[in-house]
């Protein structure tokens, strides 16, 4: 939709308004040179390129205007860029001709009146006493009617509708367990540290027992203490008890330590 009125305003596009002036002439007269620049401007209107005001037309309005006759611009530019702008057309055929021996030499050239741009011209002979034809003109009026040529409608939109593919459900994995709590040690490190220190004490105390019985055996010669008795049965009750302690204490540090294990 948007293409096609984009080609309905682009084929709708005015046409430029233009006019066919002598803006040079060269030993030939006012008469023949006017007569020129009708024949121009009728050929032009007969093959297609809309001339807007005709030259008498023209010549009458820049008589009103107070200027003076088109082709005293002698072929400057600024001058027929101004002719343009007071007879408020967009182009102007600017025609030019000169006499050599007994033909004419004739141009044409199209200028753009807003930036001065000449753009399209032509130049040809003519006989003397012959008209302009539209064969003389006919490399011209062709490349004209091509800048008049509205420009070839764009191209509509192509719309692409895409369909997605359907999407295959993946099995994914079930999710790992959670990790099991870390399980804390320091009972059996509690355990462990009063098992290495009731072995340590049974180990004391057995090194005292020990050392009383040493010294009960050490008074004893030839089956005689030489302690007293009341001494001798102290040193020995005391040498039991520690013995008793120490494996008491023995005990207790293997138990403490199996259940340290256990409790690991």
């Known amino acids: 939709m948007v293409a096609l009125l984009l080609s309905v305003l682009m084929s709708q596009t005015p046409t430029p308004t233009s006019?066919?002036?002598?803006?040079?002439?060269?030993?030939?007269?006012?008469?023949?040179?006017?007569?020129?620049?009708?024949?121009?401007?009728?050929?032009?209107?007969?093959?297609?390129?809309?001339?807007?005001?005709?030259?008498?037309?023209?010549?009458?309005?820049?008589?009103?205007?107070?200027?003076?006759?088109?082709?005293?611009?002698?072929?400057?530019?600024?001058?027929?860029?101004?002719?343009?702008?007071?007879?408020?057309?967009?182009?102007?055929?600017?025609?030019?001709?000169?006499?050599?021996?007994?033909?004419?030499?004739?141009?044409?050239?199209?200028?753009?009146?807003?930036d001065g741009a000449t753009l399209e011209k032509d130049g040809f002979v003519l006989a003397a006493k012959?008209?302009?034809?539209?064969?003389?003109?006919?490399?011209?009026?062709?490349?004209?009617?091509?800048?008049?040529?509205?420009?070839?409608?764009?191209?509509?939109?192509?719309?692409?509708?895409?369909?997605?593919?359907p999407v295959a459900p993946v099995d994914l994995p079930p999710p790992p367990p959670p990790p099991a709590p870390e399980r804390s040690h320091t009972a059996s490190f509690v355990l462990g540290g009063l098992a290495a220190g009731a072995l340590v004490g049974a180990g004391v105390t057995l090194g005292l027992g020990l050392m009383k019985r040493a010294e009960l055996t050490s008074s004893i010669t030839n089956g005689v203490s030489a302690l007293p008795r009341s001494s001798a049965t102290l040193i020995n009750s005391d040498a039991n008890t520690r013995f008793i302690l120490s494996a008491a204490l023995g005990a207790v540090a293997v138990a403490l330590g199996t259940i340290a294990v256990i409790v690991w």
């Not at 490399?139 to 692409?160: E, G, M, N, S």
């Open 130 to 165: 012959s008209n302009v034809t539209a064969e003389q003109l006919a490399t011209f009026i062709t490349a004209v009617k091509k800048r008049l040529a509205p420009p070839p409608p764009a191209d509509a939109p192509v719309v692409v509708v895409t369909t997605p593919k």
């Open 19 to 114: 006019v066919v002036v002598m803006t040079r002439r060269a030993g030939v007269s006012v008469a023949d040179s006017q007569g020129l620049v009708n024949e121009v401007s009728t050929l032009l209107s007969q093959q297609g390129v809309p001339v807007t005001l005709a030259p008498d037309a023209a010549s009458q309005q820049l008589k009103k205007l107070g200027l003076p006759d088109a082709a005293s611009c002698t072929g400057k530019r600024d001058c027929v860029i101004e002719l343009g702008r007071q007879l408020r057309v967009t182009w102007v055929f600017s025609v030019s001709v000169a006499r050599v021996e007994k033909d004419r030499s004739m141009s044409v050239e199209l200028v753009n009146v807003d």
